[in-house]
């Protein structure tokens, strides 16, 4: 069992920056994948980013590749995703979700892969 914590949400404005924070519980962490999803108002749930059980691969969504960042530390049992040049279709409700991973490269873009989840955080960009 993994349960997992958002924080970090908040309102910004366009070009800005938040920093979110998911902090897992558990002493597995580190055979997790970890991914983040958000969904937007009248919205199906995206994938936004992923990770790997090491931190060693990641993969992002286009529509954040290089304004987005995912990192992981595994002795703190969080991942955390930085987020800079927000734009208002940014703005959503953010998931982050957990997949059992056999292998340290594995990661997941599909919701399907991801057992546990977070509440969600809001993320909220003013134009």
């Known amino acids: 069992q993994v349960q997992l914590v958002e924080s970090g949400g908040g309102l910004v404005q366009a070009g800005g920056s938040l920093r979110l924070s998911c902090a897992a519980s558990?002493?597995?962490?580190?055979?997790?994948?970890m991914g983040w999803f958000r969904q937007a108002p009248g919205k199906e749930r995206e994938f936004v980013v992923a990770?790997?059980?090491?931190?060693?691969?990641?993969y992002y969504a286009d529509s954040v590749k290089g304004r987005f960042t995912i990192s992981r530390d595994n002795a703190k049992n969080t991942v955390y995703l930085q987020m800079n040049s927000l734009k208002p279709e940014d703005a959503a409700v953010y998931f982050c979700?957990?997949?059992?991973?056999?292998?340290?490269?594995?990661?997941?873009?599909?919701?399907?892969?991801?057992?546990?989840w977070g509440q969600g955080t809001q993320v909220t960009v003013s134009s």
């Open positions: 979700a957990a997949g059992l991973a056999s292998y340290g490269t594995t990661l997941y873009a599909s919701r399907d892969k991801y057992r546990y």
């Open positions: 990770i790997s059980r090491t931190g060693g691969n990641t």
């Open positions: 558990g002493r597995t962490f580190s055979s997790y994948a």
